[in-house]
T-cell receptor, first 112, second 112 residues
């Protein structure tokens, strides 16, 4: 089955700096890679996703890049703000399945 | 348009008891998946229901069972509860043909 590894487990940045979270996956058939933000006590919320037919996708301050050859994808947050502080999870969906395999999460703290 | 709704939001059980959690998917979604999220970890896939049948299952014992009704709502049942079953149980729904999951707020189960 699919295995997703996520790094780092914790990340602290100063407000205004950029944050990068990286994930690798094992199943070359995976074709959908969403990122979720989870605030304390809340549900995971989809913030951006990318499909295997593109290499990069941007949405305002958030971008995701995908390297299919190396089987890794990354989340980039620019101009970080205190409200970006949360746990971020990457995930992968193999083939035609609609189940997500999640990474272990990154606790992002944006220091004012 | 209501999103994914789950009930109950919190519950406390003792070891050996049984629990039933309920989920109503987002309007227009026909697939329901259940995830277990232990404290400090990423969600783990339990199983997925589509057309009232269990289509995929993660690495969970038979104590975990489920059901999907004709209106696409779903139940998760856990028998013979163990302390380790304490977790946030997340329901997610998705529309046909996509891997995009929308999560409910979850049911937080505490087993004493």
């Amino acid at each position: 089955g699919e295995n997703v590894e996520q790094h780092p487990s914790t990340l602290s940045v100063q407000e205004g700096d950029s944050a990068v979270i990286k994930c690798t996956y094992s199943d070359s058939a995976s074709n959908y890679f969403p990122w979720y933000k989870q605030e304390l006590g809340k549900r995971p919320q989809l913030i951006i996703d990318i499909r295997s037919n593109v290499g990069e996708k941007k949405d305002q301050r958030i971008a995701v890049t995908l390297n299919k050859t190396a089987k890794h994808f990354s989340l980039h947050i620019t101009e970080t703000q205190p409200e970006d502080s949360a746990v971020y999870f990457c995930a992968a969906v193999p083939g035609s399945a609609r189940q997500l395999t999640f990474g272990s999460g990154t606790q992002l703290t944006v220091l004012p | 348009d209501a999103g994914v709704t789950q009930s109950p939001t919190h519950l406390i059980k003792t070891r050996g008891q049984q629990v039933t959690l309920r989920c109503s998917p987002k309007s227009g979604h026909d697939t329901v998946s259940w995830y277990q999220q232990a404290l400090g970890q990423g969600p783990q896939f339990i199983f997925q229901y589509y057309e009232e049948e269990e289509r995929q299952r993660g690495n969970f014992p038979d104590r975990f069972s489920g059901h999907q009704f004709p209106n696409y709502s779903s139940e998760l049942n856990v028998n013979a509860l163990l302390l380790g079953d304490s977790a946030l149980y997340l329901c997610a729904s998705s529309p046909a043909g996509t891997g995009e999951l929308f999560f409910g707020e979850g049911s937080r189960l505490t087993v004493l």
